[in-house]
């Protein structure tokens, strides 16, 4: 398999996963102090949203990649 083939499989599965979960979180920790043995930190929740029109984009430009990679042949 040829890396145009690969990145476009790669495409279109991130296009399909970002269709089906809409976002993703992920849980950013920051140090607020730090006073000898005590140390005091905060944990932030941040949520990613990931628009339709680039789940749907991905996977269009993914299956143009794979129709234009198989006809090179």
Do not use: C, D
């Amino acid at each position: 398999m040829n890396a145009v083939k690969l990145a476009a499989i790669a495409l279109i599965v991130a296009g399909v996963l970002g269709l089906a979960y809409g976002s993703f979180s992920y849980t950013k920790e920051t140090h607020e102090a730090k006073l000898g043995p005590i140390q005091l930190s905060v944990k932030e929740k941040q949520t990613i949203n990931i628009p339709v029109w680039a789940g749907v984009g991905a996977i269009a430009i993914g299956g143009v990649l794979l129709l234009v990679g198989s006809k090179k042949r």
